[in-house]
């Protein structure tokens, strides 16, 4: 069970890996070409924003589910100023993530709605006619996988706060690192 929880973890981290880099590729390949056939050759071409958008979607979202992920999303931590004991710190970021895991069901509950309408719907860009159910899709899996991760944070800390010793999964992590 463990190895295969530890599997799923690395292969969501190469898959949202690879979506930001080729994300990030489709939109500097598509900025460059529409800025390259405007001013260079005087020919600009229609759309090219709309396909940047919907990458965009892409990039943006799967890079918030990965600072989730990692631990390094933003969030004003003031907590280890003001207190010293370490296990009422854990208590207090416990408290925080259970926060975070309510707004991010919530988030999610929205974003899976949206979704579903979205697919009843079938709107579409409008110079390209691409369904915007591929942009809205982003939307609902990167919610539901920050819900994980802010999920397994609570987790962490809550256990930290009981005694036991942090999870170690930020990052991509082997059996070996477990102590296996």
């Not at 900025?31 to 924003?49: C, H, N």
């Not at 919907?54 to 992920?69: D, I």
């Not at 309408?117 to 990167?142: C, H, K």
Request: net charge neutral.
């Amino acid at each position: 069970m463990k190895r295969a929880l530890l599997l799923l973890w690395n292969l969501l981290d190469i898959a949202q890996q690879a979506v930001m880099v080729a994300t990030s590729v489709a939109i500097v390949i598509l900025i460059l070409a529409q800025v390259s056939l405007r001013y260079v050759f005087m020919m600009p071409l229609m759309g090219v924003e709309e396909l940047a958008c919907l990458f965009g979607f892409w990039l943006y979202f799967t890079g918030a589910a990965n600072g989730a992920r990692e631990r390094n999303h933003i969030k004003a931590d003031l907590l280890n100023v003001f207190i010293k004991s370490e296990r009422v710190l854990h208590y207090a970021k416990a408290t925080a993530s259970f926060f975070l895991i309510v707004l991010s069901a919530i988030f999610a509950q929205w974003t899976v709605s949206y979704f579903i309408w979205s697919m009843g719907s079938w709107e579409r860009s409008p110079a390209l006619s691409i369904p915007m159910v591929f942009a809205q899709a982003s939307l609902m899996v990167n919610s539901i996988l920050m819900f994980v991760y802010f999920f397994i944070e609570f987790v962490d800390y809550a256990r930290q706060a009981i005694g036991y010793p942090p999870l170690r999964l930020a990052g991509h992590v082997t059996l070996e690192k477990e102590g296996e």
